[in-house]
């Protein structure tokens, strides 16, 4: 029998209704997954989904939300780390993220069932990620200014050492999402090798 959501706010109840809903994202792709078969997942109403999503796009984005913050979260506290150098904070960090992406690459593949498949426009995906995705980019871009401070880092511009990291990390999701490596942990030595080149020459 379905029962009602209580409390869906609380972070242990909505990861659990999102992680529910990602399995039928996965195993029906995007287009034919219906709001009730994630209603029918998580053993509640409709109705009761209805309370806290708009609709299947919006648990979709709720997702994604979710594994972007636990990313967020793990970072900004390394990055407030005094006990290491910047060089060493962005090494580490990609590090992290390269693991958080081996395990959410469900969510990868379902985002790419998205943007491959689906009639919705993935202009409306596009700005959600990037929405997302800023946060991260003032913590690198903080750690940057902090390593050009102190003279560790080489005076770059912020944006373009932005930039070549997020593309190093797009190149992973590429390698993990369309090749379907079982890693990606051995892209480590090529994200550190950039890295060490924004090094200051001593």
Not at 59 to 68: G, S
Not at 185 to 196: C, D, G, K, Q, S
Request: hydrophobic share 45%; glycine share 4%.
């Amino acid at each position: 029998m379905s029962r009602t959501i209580e409390n869906i706010e609380s972070n242990e109840k909505l990861c659990g209704v999102l992680k529910s809903a990602l399995d039928v994202f996965e195993e029906e792709g995007f287009e034919n997954t219906t709001f009730q078969k994630i209603a029918d997942r998580v053993n509640v109403t409709r109705t009761s989904l209805y309370q806290y999503f708009k609709n299947k796009l919006d648990v979709f984005h709720h997702c994604i939300k979710i594994f972007l913050k636990d990313i967020e979260t793990t970072i900004t506290a390394l990055s407030a780390d005094a006990g290491i150098t910047s060089i060493e904070k962005l090494i580490r960090l990609m590090r992290i993220i390269l693991e958080c992406l081996e395990e959410n690459r469900r969510l990868l593949n379902v985002i790419l069932d998205f943007l491959t498949h689906s009639k919705i426009s993935s202009e409306e995906m596009n700005y959600h990620i990037r929405r997302r995705t800023i946060r991260l980019r003032h913590i690198f871009a903080g750690i940057i200014i902090d390593g050009m401070n102190s003279g560790e880092m080489r005076r770059l511009d912020i944006g373009t050492v932005g930039g070549i990291l997020f593309s190093l990390i797009q190149a992973a999701i590429f390698e993990l999402v369309i090749f379907k490596r079982e890693t990606i942990l051995w892209m480590m030595p090529l994200f550190e090798a950039n890295i060490r080149a924004f090094q200051t020459p001593k």
